[in-house]
Nanobody, 117 residues
Framework: QVQLVESGGGLVQPGGSLRLSCAASAIFFSTYAMGWYRQAPGERRELVAVISSGGRINYVDSVKGRFTISRDNAKNTMYLQMNSLKPEDTAVYYC???????????WGKGTRVTVSS
């Protein structure tokens, strides 16, 4: 059974940092594009960052220069280093694994990030 398990969320003050992790199981991790999405209260889920199976990276404009996505294929794990956090980064952050060729799309249950003083 495929599982994506996020961890690392929590409460942090503005300007602080957090590192999110997404541990995947039961997928051929290296063949999947991995992404972080977030959903704030009352808002639509939005893409934050994505890293392809080949290592190509894209970020939403609002996090460029502050967030860094990475992956460790040996550990079947993806990361999101979040620096200079702002209150508007407050959301539930979800991990996504997508394999376009195999038409597979999986989601984690999310981890909550709250940026507040």
């Amino acid at each position: 059974q495929v599982q994506l398990v996020e961890s690392g969320g929590g409460l942090v003050q503005p300007g602080g940092s957090l590192r999110l992790s997404c541990a995947a199981s039961a997928i051929f991790f290296s063949t999947y594009a991995m992404g972080w999405y977030r959903q704030a209260p009352g808002e639509r889920r939005e893409l934050v960052a994505v890293i392809s199976s080949g290592g190509r990276i894209n970020y939403v404009d609002s996090v460029k220069g502050r967030f860094t996505i990475s992956r460790d294929n040996a550990k079947n794990t993806m990361y999101l280093q979040m620096n200079s956090l702002k209150p508007e980064d407050t959301a539930v952050y979800y991990c996504n694994a997508r394999n376009y060729q195999a038409d597979r799309d999986y989601w984690g249950k999310g981890t909550r990030v709250t940026v507040s003083s």
